[in-house]
């Protein structure tokens, strides 16, 4: 008994001097949407190995090594998609998708800016304009699923705290 007290009594000093991390559980949404980002991506970058040379006409020409690009774009989104289900990879691949999402942007953009190339291989025109803001869009969406689900509660810190307030 006097064991459990002194645990039970460690444990409350410890709230008053440091802030307590509170597990937030993630939504129905947000479980969701971690699914369907995972299988996008992964899903996707599968395909794209598939589809190589179509991935290799969209790398704008100032790029080097069109192929070798198109193969490490692929690699990381299906490491990314499989990433984000990993609580401790979830992270390294959040901002990797979302570096990714960065990184792909300029193929976009140069399919926009050279439209007659793309809408022959049967991409309406009004699509290569839509992926552009779109990008905006999916980054927002890895970001939001793939947040943490740890808050830091610093309410709990005590004026008697060593760690003030105003630090």
């Given at each position: 008994m006097v064991m459990f007290s002194l645990r039970l009594n460690r444990t409350f000093a410890l709230?008053?001097?440091?802030?307590?991390?509170i597990l937030k559980a993630r939504s129905a949404a947000q479980t969701v949407s971690l699914f369907i980002v995972a299988a996008g991506f992964t899903f996707v970058g599968i395909?794209?190995?598939t589809n190589t040379l179509f991935f290799e006409a969209i790398v704008p020409p100032y790029l080097p090594k069109p192929r070798l690009l198109?193969?490490?774009?692929?690699?990381?989104?299906v490491a990314g998609g499989i990433g984000i289900l990993i609580p401790m990879l979830r992270q390294t691949a959040r901002w990797g998708l979302i570096a990714l999402l960065i990184a792909v942007f300029p193929a976009n953009l140069y399919m926009a800016i050279n439209p007659t190339a793309f809408v022959e291989s049967e991409i309406p025109l009004w699509a290569l304009y839509l992926r552009l803001p779109f990008?905006?869009?999916?980054?927002a969406w890895v970001y939001w699923?793939?947040?943490?689900a740890l808050e830091f509660c610093s309410d709990t810190l005590s004026s008697e705290s060593p760690i003030s307030q105003s630090d």
């Open positions: 709230r008053r001097w440091f802030p307590i991390m395909g794209h190995f198109v193969y490490l774009s692929d690699v990381f989104e990008q905006a869009v999916l980054i699923t793939g947040r943490p």
